[in-house]
């Protein structure tokens, strides 16, 4: 039982990947299909963004009430629904009507698939479960382009991962009986979710760090993933085939950095996985930014970053019932996850801001300030927690 659950986690990880990179390979064809401009991608993505953060902060109280099977299985329908809807969708603003499920139902699902397997599995499944993520996002541009360049239309895009969809619903909904079961490694925490304000998780010692933390990860990698090749082309003078190849390559190094994680963080632990990461795509941007002629050191520069991202999402995540205690999980990874696409969705525009009125060339120390900022809120929060571990123990004795 504990196995086939497993499995379907696995497979659900790989659908949580599949919408995330289709609009971004479909809107070249779309924006013209409705007569409006390119920058309307971005309403498409912001509403989107918004129904995620709602639903990560409400996903303690509906992980509480309904569990966290029950919350999945609705929420992943909610995608199909949004991508079957995508899918019908003649004009603008019904695109923007069918984003408002699509966020919703995503930033639930994040949110609960997370907190259950930091709960209930041993940290190598987690970094390869969001391994398994980059899989979903990398397969689904080449399903759009299949039928894009099939003459079928980014319409049926859409409708296929919406079938995929459906089928993992199905698979949810009949696999509801097991999530009840706790694996082999956990004891059972059903029932013992405590419900908590934002203001009482914010108030937990160490809490605000961690946010702050996985904000700048967050901003970080999405920044790498959205900007590196145009600052290729534009700062360093490398044709555009090139630097889309190696900017789709730090996605890749994410995708592997996170399986092979997988096969040391029982021996490294959570702490130690995010400061090497932090050091390791460091050194990425200092290849990045190396001020050299040759452009090698900055192409391999992106895959190093991408490495070096790889195990610290995860490993933040893995690590909150630890830091915080089982029962308070829940509540800290839904804001955790909101945080996260606050990040995500604003410090990238912000970015092209910078490109367009000052120099994109600033795009390796736009970098620098989030992995520096990571560090310093990483330290300071493990020095508060176990600070206050040690308080804890000391109070029982």
Sequence with gaps: MYSLLLIIIYIA???????DSLLGSAWPVMYKDFGVSLSYAGVVTMIIAG???????????LTKTFGAGRVTAFSVMMTATALF???????????????IPYGLGAGAVDAALNNYVALHYASRHMSWLHSFWGVGAAISPYIMSYFLVGG????????????????????????LPLWKKTSPDSADVSGKIVTKSFAQVLA??????????????CALESTAGIWASSYLVRHRGIDAETAARFASLFFMGITFGRFASGFVSERLGDKWLIRIGIFV?????IMVALPIQTDLPALMGLVVIGLGCAPIYPSIIHATPYSFGRENSQAIIGIQMASAYT??????????LIADYVNI????LYLAVFAILMLVMTERATRVIERKKRSDEADTI
Aim: positive net charge; aromatic residues 16%.
């Design 204 to 217: 937990i010692r160490g809490v605000v760090l961690v946010l702050i933390s996985f904000f700048g990860y």
């Design 152 to 175: 079928k239309g980014w319409q049926m895009g859409y409708r296929s991962v919406g079938f995929i969809q459906i089928f993992l619903t199905a698979a949810l909904f009949i696999s």
């Design 361 to 364: 060339g600033l795009f390796p």
């Design 13 to 19: 990880f790989i659908s949580l990947g599949l919408p």
């Design 281 to 285: 795509l460091s050194g990425g941007i």
């Design 85 to 99: 809807g995508f899918s019908i969708s003649d004009s603008f603003w019904m695109i923007c009507l069918f984003a």
């Design 51 to 61: 129904g995620t953060i709602i639903s990560s902060l409400l996903s303690n109280r």
């Design 343 to 352: 990040g995500t969705t604003l410090m990238p525009p912000i970015f092209g």
